[in-house]
C-alpha cells in the first residue's frame, strides 16, 4: 500500500486504524506516550521507569 503508516517517533510502521492513527498523532500509542505523557509529572524520567500512568509501557 502506497499510504502506509509510519510512526512519527521510531519510524516503525503503527498498525491501527488510521482513525486510532490520527488519534495518536501519527505515532504508537506507547510512542505517544512518551512524548506527550510519560515525564509530564516527573520530567526527564526515564522510558525505562513506570511514571505511574496505569497504561504506562514501562510498568510490569
Ligand atoms: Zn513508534
Ligand atoms: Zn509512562
Redesign the pocket.
Known sequence: MSDEQT?Q??G?PVELDREDFELFER??PE?FHFAFEHDLNKPGLSVDEDCGDPACPAAS
Request: glycine share 0%; aromatic share 0%; charged share 30%.
Open positions: 510512526c517517533r521510531c516503525e505515532m504508537h510512542c
